[in-house]
């Protein structure tokens, strides 16, 4: 039997393959009204304020008994920072990028480190790791794919990605786009890790097999996202891969990025997911919108379903909804523990 971990070397252990004294539970994005409100967080400076952004991240950990503080509070910090336009949202509603670039010419990075909302998340990981260091500090990062989308425009990047697959000029245009995404991504991630970051946790969602080709993924979206990989790795830090939706018919290449741990939706099928990667661990599938309006044996069922089904870690399929309360999601990690006490 394993003794007594904290949060952050059960994290870790699993992320390594290691036994476990129990699962962990982690989350994505951890923008809780409720814990907001009892921080005395205060919209929209909890975005631009580190202090103020680890207190509502830090209850997650805290009060719920999640094993990880995340931080920032959405996909928009890297989209900002290169000067697109993004809509704030509100208290409930995490910011979205709303603007996007004519030509990869027009993407200028040099400055990048420099920006408020990157150097609010650099501050608010050394904060979370000085206050919580038993928790795994877990900053919330946009992957290159969807960096590239962002980049160039949603509705551009679904174009794109089925003309490139055709066309070798197009091909070229795709490549340009990403590399950019790719530099970002690596300037940022190195930043994060030499904060104190205890692993990355990477949402691609525009990845998603609800967006492109599974051949779009599989020729261009692996190859970018390894490459990504690597450099974290030669970095000494584990990360985590998130694509959105069904990702059953992508899932072998998302394990061949090398990432540590997959976090899938509450569409896969655990069972299937798990026997396809083999030794990758993978997290999730627990429906979000159970924080914010299932019953007890909802989220107790719904937690047990996706460990039996093979999970080494129990997950949201999403990021926590905003209106998540904090007896569901105490619910949660007690349905865990429980499980972990009858199955390890």
């Given at each position: 039997?394993?003794s007594?971990?904290?949060?952050?070397?059960?994290?870790?252990a699993?992320l390594?393959?290691?036994?476990?004294?129990?699962?962990?539970?982690?989350?994505?994005s951890?923008?809780?009204?409720?814990?907001?409100?009892?921080?005395?967080?205060?919209?929209?400076?909890?975005?631009?304020?580190?202090?103020?952004?680890?207190?509502?991240?830090?209850?997650?950990?805290t009060?719920?008994?999640?094993?990880?503080?995340?931080?920032?509070?959405g996909?928009?910090?890297?989209?900002?920072?290169?000067?697109?336009?993004?809509?704030?949202?509100?208290?409930?509603?995490?910011?979205?990028?709303?603007?996007?670039?004519?030509?990869?010419?027009?993407?200028?990075?040099a400055?990048?480190?420099?920006?408020?909302?990157?150097?609010?998340?650099?501050?608010?990981?050394k904060?979370?790791?000085?206050?919580?260091?038993?928790?795994?500090?877990?900053?919330?990062?946009?992957?290159?794919?969807?960096?590239?989308?962002?980049?160039?425009g949603?509705?551009?990047?679904?174009?794109?990605?089925?003309?490139?697959?055709?066309?070798?000029?197009?091909?070229?245009?795709?490549?340009?786009?990403?590399?950019?995404?790719?530099?970002?991504?690596?300037?940022?991630?190195?930043?994060c890790?030499?904060?104190?970051?205890?692993?990355?946790?990477?949402?691609?969602?525009?990845?998603?097999?609800?967006?492109?080709?599974?051949?779009?993924?599989?020729?261009?979206?692996?190859?970018?996202?390894?490459?990504?990989?690597?450099?974290?790795?030669?970095?000494?830090?584990?990360?985590?891969?998130?694509?959105?939706?069904d990702?059953?018919?992508?899932?072998?290449?998302?394990a061949?990025?090398g990432?540590?741990?997959?976090?899938?939706?509450?569409?896969?099928?655990?069972?299937?997911?798990?026997?396809?990667?083999?030794?990758?661990?993978?997290?999730g599938?627990?429906?979000?919108?159970?924080?914010?309006?299932?019953?007890?044996?909802?989220?107790?069922?719904?937690?047990?379903?996706?460990?039996?089904?093979?999970?080494?870690?129990?997950?949201?399929?999403?990021g926590?909804?905003?209106?998540?309360?904090?007896d569901?999601?105490?619910t949660?990690?007690?349905?865990?523990?429980?499980?972990?006490?009858?199955?390890?």
């Amino acid at each position: 039997m394993v003794s007594e971990m904290t949060s952050r070397e059960r994290v870790l252990a699993m992320l390594n393959g290691k036994p476990v004294d129990r699962v962990p539970v982690v989350t994505g994005s951890t923008m809780v009204v409720e814990y907001i409100k009892k921080s005395g967080g205060k919209w929209p400076d909890f975005h631009s304020n580190p202090e103020m952004m680890v207190n509502v991240a830090g209850m997650m950990h805290t009060d719920a008994g999640i094993d990880s503080v995340v931080v920032p509070f959405g996909m928009f910090v890297e989209s900002i920072a290169l000067g697109l336009d993004v809509k704030m949202g509100r208290v409930d509603i995490q910011p979205s990028v709303r603007s996007f670039f004519k030509k990869p010419e027009e993407v200028n990075y040099a400055n990048f480190l420099e920006n408020t909302y990157v150097q609010t998340t650099l501050e608010a990981i050394k904060l979370a790791k000085e206050k919580y260091p038993e928790a795994a500090i877990a900053p919330f990062l946009v992957a290159p794919v969807t960096l590239a989308g962002d980049l160039m425009g949603a509705e551009n990047l679904s174009m794109l990605s089925i003309k490139c697959l055709q066309k070798e000029k197009q091909m070229a245009k795709m490549e340009k786009w990403l590399s950019i995404a790719l530099e970002i991504n690596k300037i940022y991630a190195k930043a994060c890790i030499e904060a104190g970051a205890d692993l990355l946790y990477y949402s691609d969602a525009s990845a998603s097999p609800n967006l492109v080709m599974p051949d779009f993924y599989y020729k261009v979206g692996v190859p970018v996202e390894k490459e990504l990989g690597d450099f974290i790795h030669e970095l000494g830090c584990p990360w985590v891969l998130h694509i959105c939706g069904d990702t059953v018919p992508i899932i072998e290449g998302m394990a061949s990025t090398g990432a540590d741990c997959l976090s899938v939706e509450q569409a896969v099928d655990m069972k299937k997911a798990t026997e396809i990667v083999g030794a990758v661990p993978i997290a999730g599938n627990l429906t979000p919108l159970l924080m914010v309006e299932g019953t007890e044996e909802q989220i107790v069922n719904e937690t047990r379903k996706g460990l039996n089904g093979g999970a080494k870690a129990s997950m949201l399929g999403c990021g926590t909804p905003p209106l998540s309360t904090s007896d569901r999601l105490k619910t949660w990690v007690k349905a865990a523990v429980e499980w972990s006490a009858e199955n390890l």
